[in-house]
């Protein structure tokens, strides 16, 4: 079984996604930490540990895709969930190659993020 303690960081632009995956997370015993783009996130994964990543693909500032080769750039192994409005298989493609383990399509519902979530933290 999973330690549910672990931390999770969730990076959307999207006010109200964020701060709904965020919440889903946490009443099921996760530590949440968030960031509004790739570059916000970027900054949060330099100064912190977390066991894995929600982020979203199409971002100001800093998009999804730079994001997870920056991290990737980085060699810290940390798990990754796409969660996208902007789906195609060109964009599931990339992020497969990049590492991410689960690539889902918004909109989603709790038990989809929650399901997500088990397949990628590590044990």
């Given amino acids: 079984m999973f330690d549910k303690t672990n931390n999770i ?30 570059l916000d996130a970027y900054k949060k994964i330099t100064k912190n540990n977390y066991d894995a990543i929600v982020t979203d693909l199409r971002m100001p500032e800093m998009d999804g895709i730079s994001f997870i080769k920056k991290l990737n750039d980085l060699k810290k192994n940390i798990p990754v969930l796409v969660i996208t409005a902007f789906g195609n298989y060109k964009s599931y493609k990339n992020a497969k190659l990049l590492g991410v383990i689960e690539y889902l399509n918004k909109p989603i519902r709790a038990k989809d993020l929650k399901d997500a979530i088990k397949k990628i933290v590590p044990d």
Avoid: H, Q, S
Avoid at 18 to 36: N, Q, S, W
């Fill in 9 to 38: 960081l969730i990076v959307d632009d999207e006010e109200y996604t964020r701060l709904g995956y965020a919440e889903v997370l946490k009443l099921d015993g996760y530590k949440v930490d968030t960031a509004i783009n790739g």
